[in-house]
């Protein structure tokens, strides 16, 4: 799997991203990074493409600072190691991660003429997925934490051609579980 030049300046915008694996990383060695310890936030599973592979949504705290997330990363997943998108997924997507403060990121994923946005943040001592979610009667739950996630394709004559939509399982500030839909917002042409 190649990493193109635009993969390395999306990289480069969070700090310590130097630091990380920029290759195919075996899951095993992603806590080997000096002073980091390394959290699996999310595995989002696909109804479409290679049924081995999800994407997987990491995050890295210092060892000394309980209270801090230093870097986050989206990127494939199978059951033995973690791999970037290559330039083919890249001229598709975007993804851009953007530090809210020391303990909250929001990464951005526009792709397909539509655009997600959720956080990453610390929920009971560990990193957690939060988002607006859209339930089935139209109601959006703000800030749902993720529990699970799957990536559902828009098919014609049952063929994938695009994303139709993210469906999660996720429990709001008062504890209740909820399934519904990642808030996501349709875009125009797509900027370059």
Same mark, same amino acid.
């Given at each position: 799997?190649?990493? #193109?030049? #635009?993969?390395?300046?999306? &990289?480069?915008? %969070?700090?310590?991203?130097?630091?990380?694996?920029?290759?195919?990383?075996?899951? %095993?060695?992603?806590?080997?990074?000096?002073?980091?310890?390394?959290? !699996?936030?999310?595995?989002?599973?696909?109804?479409? /493409?290679?049924?081995?592979?999800?994407?997987?949504?990491? @995050?890295?705290?210092?060892?000394?600072?309980?209270?801090?997330?230093?870097?986050?990363?989206?990127?494939? #997943?199978? @059951?033995?190691?973690?791999?970037?998108?290559?330039?083919?997924?890249?001229?598709?997507?975007?993804?851009?991660?953007?530090?809210?403060?020391?303990?909250?990121?929001?990464?951005?994923? !526009?792709?397909? $003429? $539509?655009?997600?946005?959720? *956080?990453? @943040?610390?929920?009971?001592?560990?990193?957690?997925?939060? %988002?607006?979610?859209?339930? /089935?009667?139209?109601?959006?739950?703000?800030?749902?934490?993720?529990? #699970?996630?799957?990536?559902?394709?828009?098919?014609? &004559?049952?063929?994938?051609?695009?994303?139709?939509?993210?469906?999660? !399982?996720?429990? *709001?500030?008062? /504890?209740? @579980?909820?399934?519904? %839909?990642?808030?996501?917002?349709? &875009? /125009? $042409?797509?900027?370059?």
């Amino acid at each position: 799997m190649g990493i #193109s030049l #635009s993969l390395l300046a999306l &990289l480069a915008t %969070a700090p310590l991203e130097h630091e990380l694996p920029l290759q195919v990383t075996p899951i %095993a060695d992603l806590s080997a990074v000096a002073d980091m310890r390394h959290d !699996e936030v999310l595995q989002v599973v696909r109804d479409f /493409g290679r049924p081995e592979v999800n994407i997987a949504l990491d @995050a890295w705290r210092p060892t000394d600072d309980d209270a801090r997330i230093d870097a986050v990363r989206v990127w494939w #997943s199978d @059951a033995v190691d973690r791999f970037p998108f290559n330039d083919r997924v890249l001229r598709h997507l975007v993804i851009d991660y953007r530090r809210i403060r020391a303990d909250r990121w929001r990464i951005r994923v !526009e792709g397909d $003429k $539509k655009r997600f946005v959720f *956080d990453v @943040a610390l929920h009971d001592g560990e990193p957690a997925v939060f %988002a607006d979610v859209a339930l /089935g009667d139209g109601t959006i739950v703000r800030q749902c934490r993720a529990d #699970s996630a799957q990536l559902l394709a828009q098919r014609f &004559l049952g063929i994938p051609i695009g994303i139709d939509r993210m469906q999660v !399982e996720c429990t *709001d500030a008062r /504890g209740v @579980a909820h399934v519904g %839909a990642l808030r996501m917002h349709a &875009l /125009g $042409k797509r900027r370059r």
